[in-house]
C-alpha cells in the first residue's frame, strides 16, 4: 500500500488535540476498523493507531510532545503523509484489567499468545462504557473468553468510535 498524502485541520475536542482524516484519505486505508501508521505531520515523524470515527473515517489524538515538535496547535491546517504498517506496538493496559490477567493464568497465557492487534482490540471492547459496572463486567467477560480460547472480542462494531472521552453514541464528537 502507498503512501497517503492529505491536508487538514486539527481541531479540539475537549482537552485534545484531534486529527480527523479526509474521508478521501481514510478510504484508502485497508481497514474501517483501527489502523496502525507511520508518517509525518509537516514533516516530523510520527506513530499512531487511527481510531475509526464512526463516521467513515479515521482520527487520532496528537500527543504533546508531537504537537510541540511539529510546532502545531489546534485550528492549525497541516501536511500529513501517512501509510499503514504491520508493526504494531503493544497497546497500553490498563491497570485493572492487568491485575484480572494476572489473577487469571489461562487467560494471560492467551494474552501473551494473541497479536498486538487482537490486544488492542480487546482494550478498545473494554474501554468503550464510560460505567465502572460495565467496564468491570467487560473485564469479566474478556478473561471468561480468553481462559475458553477465544482470540478476539466479538459482537462490537469496530468501525465506531470507541473513547468514551471524544465520542457520543460510537462518533467522533465535533470539535468545540
Known amino acids: 500500500m502507498g503512501i497517503i498524502h492529505f491536508q ?4 479540539q475536542i ?19 476498523g483501527i489502523v496502525f ?5 509537516n514533516a516530523v515523524p510520527f506513530t499512531a493507531v487511527l481510531e475509526p470515527d464512526g463516521a467513515g473515517s479515521h482520527w487520532f489524538s496528537l ?3 508531537l504537537r510541540e515538535n511539529a ?25 485493572d484489567f492487568e491485575q484480572s490477567l494476572a489473577a487469571s493464568p489461562d487467560a ?15 482494550i478498545r471492547w473494554i474501554s468503550a462504557t464510560s460505567r465502572p459496572e460495565t ?3 467487560r473485564i469479566e467477560a474478556a478473561c471468561d473468553k480468553l481462559k475458553k480460547g ?27
Open 37 to 41: 501508521v507511520e508518517g509525518s505531520i
Open 108 to 122: 494471560h497465557a492467551l494474552w501473551k499468545d494473541i497479536s498486538p492487534m487482537a490486544r488492542w482490540d480487546w
Open 135 to 137: 467496564r468491570r463486567r
Open 8 to 11: 487538514t485541520k486539527l481541531s
Open 71 to 95: 510546532k502545531v496547535a489546534a485550528g492549525d491546517t497541516v501536511a500529513v503523509s501517512c501509510k499503514p504498517s504491520n508493526n504494531w506496538p503493544e497497546p497500553p493496559i490498563p491497570e
Open 14 to 32: 475537549g482537552t485534545r488535540t484531534v486529527l480527523r482524516l479526509p474521508e478521501s484519505a481514510s478510504a484508502k486505508l485497508p481497514s474501517r
Open 150 to 176: 477465544e482470540r478476539r472480542p466479538c459482537c462490537f462494531n469496530r468501525t465506531l468510535c470507541t473513547d468514551p472521552a471524544v465520542s457520543k453514541n460510537g462518533v467522533l464528537m465535533e470539535p468545540q
Open 63 to 65: 500527543t504533546s510532545t
